[in-house]
Every structure is written in structure tokens, then in C-alpha cells.
């Protein structure tokens, strides 16, 4: 596998595939869905695209990342929820339809966004007044790998929806496996990079982590929203999809180091994750029995 192969066939196919198996679980009333409960989508867009970024960009002058680091970290923070946050949002009783929702809509917006974060971040840390032109046919192509294996995903599942539910499950097993391959070789190719900065960088993932579960289930809470749709907030906020954030490194910034934190980010969510559901079942079972008594 020469290195030409990874940014332009393995990193494109893997996230092809993620983002199909997205589009399988996804319908047009996934998108009207906003007008069910709209401060939910609204309060858990704000929280993703701003108070996350703040946060990570706090967070890298806390760990005084250097600059390509810090700019892969930012990267992290402006991607999308994954598919993962749906799956954990079912086993923690989370409501899932609002995942559903804040997943489709951070996928789209995340076109606009990623860029803007990106170039900020590449101005900002690179240097003070630095001209970074908007990689506009990079971005094109990182839109179609992201955008449209969504709508053919959804063109199957709206043409033969009993095909679309049988192949659910194992695209989205496909999706885990290919996600821990992409964390895999973003990891290697990183080399002498990740093991000088592996300390810092995964002390500053873990923090960005649980932080984002952190605020992710408080802010909606503290406005008064359910905490099944707090549960989903969190978790959409906490379960990035790193892919994403390593694709662009590689392919729009030709930096594998940039990929570096959310490579390691791939492995610290998915452990606190776990975690988090289980802390979350337990206050629903809580909140459950305190109702029944």
C-alpha cells in the first residue's frame, strides 16, 4: 500500500461508507423533524458549533499545543456528530429521533463551517495576518465524499426501505470497523509526531471529551429540557466523527499531523462513551423509579 494510497482511496472509501450507512438511517422527516422540538435542535446546534469550538481553542492554549497540532484539534471540534452518537444515544435511553435530527443538520452546515473554523485556525496559529485563500476545490471534493453517500443512502432507503433496514445493521458495523482503521492508520502515519506529543495531545482529548459530554447534558438541562434530549445533546456533542476531521487533515491540509488529535480522539470517545451511558441509564432508571414512588 504505497502513501498515495491512503489520502486518496482509503480515507475517501471509508468515509464514503460512514456516511452511507448515515443516509440509511436517515428520511426527509428527519429534516422537518426541527419543528417538533426546536429549541432542542437549536440549543444542541449552538453548543456544537460555538461553544465547542470555544472550548477547544481554550483548551489549546491551556496544553500550549503547537500550531498544526492545535489546528487539528480545532478541526476535531468543528466536525459533525457521528453515527456512533445515535448508537449510544439508543443504549442510553437518550432521544434518539433528536440525534437523528442534529446529525443530519451538523453534516450539512458542517460544509460551511469546517472551513471557516479551518482557516481561522490556520491564521490564528500559523501566524498573525496569514492570507489562507478558502481551498475551494479541495472543499468541493471533501463535500461530495461527505454529502453524497448521505443522499444515497436515503435514495435506498426511500426506494426499497426493507433492503435499507437489512443492510443497516451491518453497514453500521462496517462503519465502527472502518473508523477504527482510519484512527488506525492516521495513528501510524503520524509517527515520530504522536509519540512527542502523545501525553499532551491525549491528556487535552480526554479533557475536550468530557467537557463536551459535560456541557452537552448541562446547558439543556439548565434551560429546562428533558433529560432524554439532554442525554442526546451530549453525546452528539461528545461522539465526533473523526473521520471527518482526520479526512480533512489529510486530504485539504495534506497534514497528518493535523490528524493527530482526532486520531487519538477516535479512542478516548469511545471509552467515555461507554462510560457515559452507563451513567446515563442509571439517572433515568433513577428519575423512573423516583416518578413510580
Known amino acids: 500500500m504505497g502513501p498515495t494510497y491512503i489520502p486518496t482511496v482509503l480515507l475517501p472509501a471509508a468515509v464514503?461508507?460512514?456516511?452511507?450507512?448515515?443516509?440509511?438511517?436517515?428520511t426527509p422527516r428527519d429534516f422537518a423533524r426541527v419543528a417538533q422540538f426546536p429549541r432542542a435542535v437549536v440549543v444542541g446546534l449552538l453548543v456544537q458549533s460555538l461553544v465547542l469550538v470555544a472550548v477547544a481553542f481554550a483548551i489549546t492554549r491551556l496544553f500550549d499545543l503547537p500550531p498544526m497540532l492545535a489546528v487539528g484539534f480545532m478541526l476535531l471540534a468543528a466536525s459533525p456528530g457521528g453515527?456512533?452518537?445515535?448508537?449510544?444515544?439508543?443504549?442510553?435511553?437518550?432521544?434518539?429521533?433528536?440525534?437523528?435530527?442534529?446529525?443530519?443538520?451538523?453534516?450539512?452546515?458542517?460544509?460551511?463551517?469546517?472551513?471557516?473554523v479551518m482557516n481561522w485556525s490556520l491564521a490564528h496559529f500559523l501566524g498573525t495576518g496569514l492570507d489562507v485563500p478558502a481551498p475551494t476545490q479541495k472543499i468541493a471534493e471533501v463535500?461530495?465524499?461527505?454529502?453524497?453517500?448521505?443522499l444515497i443512502g436515503m435514495f435506498v432507503r426511500h426506494g426499497w426501505p426493507s433492503l435499507a433496514r437489512r443492510a443497516e445493521r451491518p453497514v453500521r458495523i462496517s462503519s465502527v470497523l472502518l473508523l477504527a482503521l482510519v484512527v488506525g492508520v492516521a495513528l501510524a502515519s503520524s509517527g515520530d509526531t504522536l509519540l512527542l506529543h502523545f501525553g499532551v495531545v491525549g491528556v487535552a482529548c480526554i479533557a475536550f471529551n468530557l467537557v463536551s459530554l459535560a456541557v452537552g447534558y448541562a446547558v439543556p438541562r439548565v434551560i429546562g429540557l428533558p433529560a432524554p434530549q439532554a442525554t442526546s445533546i451530549s453525546l452528539e456533542i461528545g461522539v465526533h466523527n473523526a473521520a471527518i476531521a482526520i479526512f480533512v487533515a489529510v486530504k485539504v491540509l495534506d497534514s497528518e499531523v493535523a490528524a493527530v488529535p482526532a486520531a487519538l480522539y477516535g479512542i478516548v470517545m469511545i471509552a467515555s462513551a461507554s462510560m457515559a451511558v452507563v451513567w446515563f441509564r442509571h439517572c433515568h432508571a433513577r428519575t423512573v423509579a423516583t416518578v413510580v414512588d
Open 83 to 116: 453515527a456512533l452518537a445515535n448508537i449510544f444515544s439508543h443504549l442510553a435511553h437518550g432521544d434518539v429521533a433528536l440525534n437523528i435530527t442534529l446529525t443530519a443538520i451538523n453534516s450539512v452546515l458542517a460544509l460551511a463551517w469546517l472551513p471557516l
Open 16 to 26: 464514503g461508507v460512514i456516511m452511507f450507512g448515515l443516509g440509511l438511517a436517515l
Open 143 to 150: 463535500a461530495t465524499v461527505i454529502i453524497l453517500p448521505v
